[in-house]
């Protein structure tokens, strides 16, 4: 039986992992937030929330930068062990992902406060409906990943085909356009990097669904998803 | 005194950790091997060389993995504290700093294929000028890191800024030449997305370069960079 110091120990230590796991849920929420809101922003032309979600970045990061802090602590001080040793582990890598995650939603929100001062483009169609995609899989994989739920985090991460998927076309599609009308150019060079953000946080996505895996069994994915990016082959060519 | 015992504990302990700074010492290497490679591929238009970055990156993706195991298995099992620990989470961190420097270096040959069987283009000198400078920093923040090198390692840290300058003019430049001849829209693409790869090896070494402060002075480097890409308003609007 435990004394009542340990118990006291024990449930420290426990309110810590407790709280880390909090952190994450609330930068979890915070990062989903901003995506969804730069994505509102690109679709409504809003320059008012793209330049909110610009400025709450910070918030995010200051996430990452106290579950580093509280993972070296519990690391330092608790030494666990097991479940919950990958469980801190994960915290740690999960937060930069999310970071990320975060970065890319606010440089995408960044490039449509330059977008809202050019006439609009065809393909800002196609690209917010690849980040709506995006966005419901993040939902989706951050809630795996929360509740340490393995087989919800492999559905997400086996559907990030179809975002790469949406992307190659949305290059393509982009490209033509540009060739059709020079004087997008500009826009839609823009346009590209933004739908490499999304497209780069899918690749996120699944980074937190192996994750989540590794938290659930502790056993790692090797089986990596062949690849990421197809549209350097957009052109037709078949350079290997 | 420590009984034998003791010393072949404290042996092995340490030979783990020798074992660690090791495996991120060739993970190193390899990931700067490749980035001069993607960029000799680049400035050569050499597929021979782009093809065997390609093949290669495999490679760093396993010494990532190795790394991570380690990391793993030292927390678990030796419950580091104080320098031992603050250099094991840099490792476990750094590998993903380095992992995804190689992923760039492997996007930028896979695209350099496909460029060489276009026309070759202007900006590109611009771009290897780029990526010469990269690299440079790039070696010298990873030798920092393996020797613990604070200060080392917050030079190059400040010299980011002249990656980011090349990088706007050098966004500018593309932008320009497709404009003055849409016929090379489809390179220019792809050179943007390059410049963009390395442009982001930049912002990994800086990462690197803040770890460093981290394992060398035990506290973080909060005062962060501004800004990371400016190309948003290259078109000379200021959206805010």
């Keep these: 039986m435990p004394t009542i110091g340990d118990q006291h120990i024990v449930k420290s230590y426990d309110d810590e992992l407790k709280r880390l796991h909090d952190a994450l849920a609330r930068m979890a929420g915070l990062a989903e937030a901003q995506l969804a809101a730069a994505i509102e922003a690109l679709d409504k032309r809003d320059s008012d ?11 995010v990061d200051e996430c990452e930068h106290f579950i580093n802090e509280q993972t070296v602590r519990l690391l330092a001080l608790r030494a666990p062990v097991a479940d919950d ?17 975060a970065d890319h939603a606010a440089n995408a929100a960044k490039r449509s406060l330059v977008l809202n001062q050019m006439p609009p483009v065809a393909p800002m169609r196609s690209l917010v409906r690849m980040g709506k995609l995006v966005a419901e899989l993040l939902n989706e ?17 086996s559907r990030d085909q179809e975002v790469d998927d949406l992307y190659s076309s949305l290059f393509r599609e982009i490209l033509t356009y540009m060739m059709e009308d020079p004087r997008t150019i500009t826009a839609c060079s823009h346009l590209m990097f933004i739908a490499k953000n999304i497209e780069r946080v899918g690749d996120h996505a699944t980074n937190i669904a192996e994750m989540t895996y590794f938290i659930a069994t502790g056993r790692s994915l ?8 197809t549209s350097a082959y957009e052109d037709g060519t078949s350079p290997v």
Excluded: Y
């Design 141 to 157: 994989v951050l809630d795996a990943f929360l509740a340490h739920d393995a087989e919800r985090a492999l559905a997400v991460r």
């Design 222 to 229: 090797n089986d990596q998803r062949p690849k990421r990016d």
């Design 85 to 101: 040793l990958r469980m801190v582990i994960s915290a740690l890598k999960a937060a930069g992902d999310i970071e990320r995650i």
């Design 49 to 59: 929330i793209a330049t909110r979600v610009m400025n709450d970045d910070p918030k």
